[in-house]
């Protein structure tokens, strides 16, 4: 699994190498869906500093007060 997900973050890492976010200049619902896996990308033995553009990327998405917001609601197992 670790390694398909490091995959996974090349390859979203290479997708944002020419776009602002996911889909391409505006925040869509693919950044929405895909903020929330990559927010535990410590559950997946990942650093974001590894991934220069995911982790900007990260960046501007967590700092979306909606965004913290939604992340702020309790996980429950």
Do not use: C
Not at 1 to 22: I, P
Not at 50 to 71: H, L, S
């Amino acid at each position: 699994y670790v390694d398909e997900a490091k995959r996974l973050y090349g390859v979203l890492d290479k997708q944002l190498a020419s776009t602002a976010f996911v889909a391409g200049d505006d925040y869509t619902i693919a950044d929405m869906s895909i903020f929330p896996w990559a927010a535990r990308h410590e559950w997946h033995t990942v650093n974001l500093a590894e991934f220069a553009n995911v982790k900007r990327w990260y960046d501007i998405v967590n700092a979306r007060p909606a965004v913290t917001k939604g992340m702020a609601v309790p996980y429950l197992n």
